[in-house]
């Protein structure tokens, strides 16, 4: 019989809990991209809150929250892809 390694047992669980700590800031961050879409289609629907939002940058700001988003999305994902 083989007697099991505890150092990788307990390194194999530690990089168990790192991935799911991974995957859930991936999936906070794929909520909150899908809140803005949810947000930006409801102002896009009502002419006055498109105006008003285009007066206030909005969208631009918007916009550069989604790709910092999308930027630490893809930063998590190469650390769970090793």
């Known amino acids: 019989m083989k007697s099991i390694d505890p150092v990788n047992v307990n390194s194999q669980q530690k990089s168990s809990a790192k991935k799911q700590e991974v995957l859930k800031q991936i999936a906070q961050i794929d909520s909150h991209l899908s809140a803005i879409e949810i947000k930006r289609n409801y102002i896009l629907s009502d002419p006055a809150e498109k ?4 007066e206030q ?3 631009a700001e918007m916009k550069k929250i ?3 988003l999308l930027n630490k999305k893809n930063e998590l994902k190469a650390l769970i892809k090793d």
Do not use: R
């Open 66 to 68: 989604e790709n910092s």
């Open 57 to 59: 940058g909005w969208f």
């Open 51 to 54: 105006a008003m939002a285009l």
